[in-house]
């Protein structure tokens, strides 16, 4: 039964790492959105922007042919100089007229906090699993199943975070961006948050005590009583 568990919590494991490289993939990028305003004519520059929890890039495209699946500059893959710069949240920098980031910044600030909060459960979680290979120590996957669903909760709010930030800079009139969409980092966020839910649930579910498989099998296994 121990070789049985150790096997399952092994193959969970795989999910796991998968979960845990997206997530760290999209914390540690800056494509999470990307923000275009509107293109008035071609053969001219414009002005990009893609950002992530931690970093602003701005990036100078020539429109040279207009797409017409998109009205605004770039795509961001079209070639052109790049500029990444920190989020300066407590004062205003040379973001501020471009990002807006004095209305901005709380959203930016809550979402790189619950992402590192994920990290910290993740982390936990991780410890947990590695401790529980060893006779007498499955007690450690109930932890660490509810460290990892807790990092999956923490990784999917700080998405529905930045998914409101980008929400409220468009519908703003005082922003010049036109048209936007999530990026690979921001699909990265939302695949660690599943694998690690169901991660978690998979470890409960296998630290749960083994049920017999017939409903006489307990009754079978107890001890006969003894006429005194």
Same mark, same amino acid.
């Given at each position: 039964?121990? /070789?049985?568990?150790?096997?399952?919590?092994? $193959?969970? *494991?795989?999910? $796991?790492?998968?979960?845990?490289? *997206?997530?760290? %993939? =999209?914390?540690?990028? @800056?494509?999470? %959105?990307?923000? *275009? +305003?509107?293109?008035?004519? !071609?053969?001219?520059?414009?002005? =990009?922007?893609?950002?992530?929890?931690?970093? !602003?890039?701005?990036?100078? &495209?020539? #429109?040279? /042919?207009? @797409?017409p699946e998109w009205k605004g500059?770039? +795509? $961001?893959?079209? +070639?052109g100089e790049k500029n990444c710069s920190y989020f300066k949240h407590f004062t205003s920098g040379e973001e501020a007229e471009l990002f807006e980031v004095k209305t901005q910044k709380e959203y930016n600030i809550s979402a790189a906090a619950i992402a590192i909060f994920s990290l910290v459960f993740m982390t936990l979680g991780t410890l947990c699993v590695i401790f529980s290979f060893g006779k007498g120590r499955d007690y450690l996957l109930r +932890? %660490?199943? #509810?460290?990892? =669903?807790? %990092?999956? !909760?923490? $990784? &999917?709010?700080?998405?529905?975070? #930045?998914?409101?930030?980008?929400k409220r800079m468009i519908d703003s009139d005082e922003t010049i961006w036109f048209e936007y969409y999530y990026s690979w980092s921001f699909a990265c966020a939302c695949a660690s948050f599943t694998l690690l839910i169901l991660s978690g649930v998979a470890l409960l579910l296998i630290s749960m005590p083994h049920m017999p498989r017939n409903p006489w099998e307990t009754c079978m296994d107890a001890e006969p009583d003894t006429l005194d």
């Open positions: 039964m121990f /070789e049985e568990q150790v096997t399952r919590v092994k $193959i969970t *494991s795989l999910l $796991i790492l998968v979960g845990m490289g *997206s997530m760290l %993939a =999209a914390v540690s990028t @800056d494509h999470w %959105a990307v923000l *275009s +305003p509107r293109v008035e004519q !071609l053969n001219t520059t414009c002005q =990009a922007a893609y950002f992530g929890l931690w970093r !602003l890039c701005k990036k100078t &495209i020539f #429109m040279v /042919e207009e @797409d500059c770039g +795509p $961001i893959s079209l +070639p +932890p %660490a199943g #509810m460290f990892f =669903a807790f %990092a999956g !909760l923490c $990784i &999917i709010i700080s998405v529905e975070v #930045m998914r409101q930030s980008v």
